[in-house]
């Protein structure tokens, strides 16, 4: 069985261990199950939503650190957005009107 050897940042080698940790499997267990997933080939768009996919379907996908998604606009404000969106003075017409 080959071994290898790599470098991580502290901040990186903690998470891999808190992570595996609380999958309950040990770093190497857990490095090993990642490096398989990401390797094994399947069909998508570009590289990494393969690996993605892969990680998640294999339950191997951390969480993200920070929430992605934004908390949803006040409806009210978005009403008149919408409303609004359209009714300024088209583009052609202020052209028009530098040109002279």
């Known amino acids: 069985m080959a071994q ?3 470098r991580l940042d502290d ?3 903690d998470q891999v261990k808190t992570y595996a940790d609380g999958m309950g499997r040990s770093v190497n267990s ?3 199950a990642v490096l398989r ?3 094994d080939p399947e069909f998508a768009d570009t590289a990494a939503e ?3 996919g892969r ?3 294999a339950g191997l996908l951390a ?3 920070r929430p992605l998604a934004l ?3 006040d409806t009210a404000k978005l009403t008149t957005a919408r409303r609004a969106a359209g009714t300024g003075t088209p583009l052609a017409e202020i052209v028009s009107d530098e040109r002279g």
């Open 4 to 6: 290898m050897t790599i």
């Open 11 to 13: 901040e990186l080698a």
């Open 30 to 32: 857990w490095v090993t």
């Open 37 to 39: 997933t990401a390797i």
């Open 50 to 52: 393969r690996t993605r």
């Open 55 to 57: 990680l998640a379907r």
């Open 63 to 65: 969480p993200p650190a």
């Open 71 to 73: 908390a949803p606009p």
